[in-house]
């Protein structure tokens, strides 16, 4: 792993920003990170396996995707902290392949999308990040804590009244504790107790094991069996170039999003060529690569205080030792736990500002009418590549209406 250039934190302590080689040297940042790494770890187990449905894959294949995507990215990425695994924009956008073509061919649109990231940041396409307004990037980041709300609804229907009892005592514990003390991640002193309680009063509530079954192996090597021509290329390469594109642009958001977060600045294209590095070793290893994860990243860098590469190591790590070893107590883990966690991300990462009567009287009516539309287009497509591409493009044209309007004055 290098060292991390220029990813400062406020939460280190320290007036320099902490690399694996001064994470490694002090007891305090490497249990920091370690332990950011072991919460996401299991939060991004129901997450995996969630997006493996909904792509129409077996669960383990997003589960050693989140495995593969983390650990990669770690080493070749260029937003240290961040996490990178199986997504549910990514599923979304190759779920027709599986269902169509098959498995083969779905590896082989995973391991093309890769190529066509690392042909992006060749070109520089990583550098146009820059260029996204400051109200597009507000709408996206209030679009993100949005979907990620909604994601957790389906475990808060239908459910037996303990498990609302049990949230809200998670929130709780994860508002509290902070406040006391942040040398053990308060996400995962609640996965603990919560865990505890149900265990120890009995209480029948869903769990991760109820999600989907979890492998037993360790990720084999393969090569998809598909023709290498033309017509190969036809099938897979507008599924390809849709989710190179979509996963780019999740990603560099969120590296944008975390630099904001730390007041550092990250290598978009390094970024760019990582995430394409990371697809194809995950289509080497059989599984469904993925982007970055905005609930995960946040959980990672903002409620548990990491900041270097070995808490993402650490992620993966953790992710593929706990289903493949663990994965008869990983499976009794409460949903309960997990969906206080990523609610306390949500509240966490929302601009709240953004929509106080304060912050909308300072902000020009034309940035509130592009975060407005980003959001509605983001939330409502769930596709956040819809949303930044047309909330950048509008706000282009609301300043050039503006300038035009003032120089005919």
């Known amino acids: 792993m290098q060292r991390e250039n220029q990813t400062a934190t406020k939460m280190s302590g320290s007036a320099h920003p902490p690399t694996v080689l001064s994470a490694l040297r002090s007891p305090r940042l490497l249990t920091r990170e370690v332990l950011a790494g072991l919460v996401v770890g299991l939060a991004l187990i129901p997450e995996a396996i969630s997006f493996s449905i909904i792509a129409g894959v077996d669960p383990k294949v997003g589960l050693f995707a989140a495995f593969v995507m983390a650990v990669t990215i770690a080493f070749v990425g260029g937003r240290p902290a961040m996490i990178s695994a199986a997504t549910g924009a990514v599923a979304l956008v190759i779920a027709p392949v599986s269902r169509i073509y098959g498995m083969d061919y779905f590896i082989a649109t995973v391991m093309l999308a890769g190529v066509f990231q690392i042909l992006f940041a060749v070109f520089g396409v990583a550098k146009l990040v820059k260029f996204v307004p400051r109200s597009v990037m507000t709408g996206f980041v209030n679009a993100l804590s949005i979907l990620v709300f909604i994601a957790q609804l389906p475990h808060l229907i239908d459910v037996p009244w303990a498990v609302y009892l049990l949230v809200a005592a998670g929130l709780v514990i994860l508002a509290v504790l902070p406040r006391f003390t942040r040398a053990i991640p308060a996400p995962l002193v609640t996965i603990v107790i919560i865990t505890a309680v149900v265990i120890l009063f009995a209480i029948n509530v869903p769990n991760v094991g109820d999600q989907g079954e979890l492998p037993h192996s360790l990720p084999e090597l393969f090569i998809p069996n598909v023709p290498l021509n033309l017509h190969t290329l036809a099938i897979i390469a507008p599924y ?25 600045p990250s290598n978009k294209t390094r970024e760019a060529w990582g995430q ?77 500002r953004s929509i106080t009567p304060r912050g909308l009287k300072t902000l020009p009516k034309r940035d509130t009418i592009v975060m407005v539309i980003t959001v509605a287009l983001v939330v409502a497509t769930s596709n956040l590549a819809v949303g930044v591409i047309v909330g950048t493009l509008l706000a282009a044209l609301i300043n050039a209406t503006a300038r035009k309007f003032a120089l005919e004055r």
Do not use: H, Y
């Open 240 to 264: 390809a170039i849709a989710m190179a594109l979509v996963g780019l642009m999740e990603s560099l958001m969120t590296a944008k999003l975390v630099d904001d977060i730390t007041k550092t």
């Open 276 to 352: 394409g590095v990371a697809n194809i070793v995950s289509g080497f290893f059989g599984s469904m690569g993925g982007c970055a994860m905005i609930g995960q990243t946040m959980i990672n860098v903002k409620v548990s205080g990491a900041r270097t590469r070995i808490s993402t190591f650490c992620a993966g790590g953790f992710l593929l030792l706990l289903v493949v070893v663990f994965g008869d107590l990983v499976a009794m883990i409460p949903m309960a736990a997990l969906v206080a966690i990523m609610i306390m991300v949500c509240v966490a990462t929302f601009d709240w």
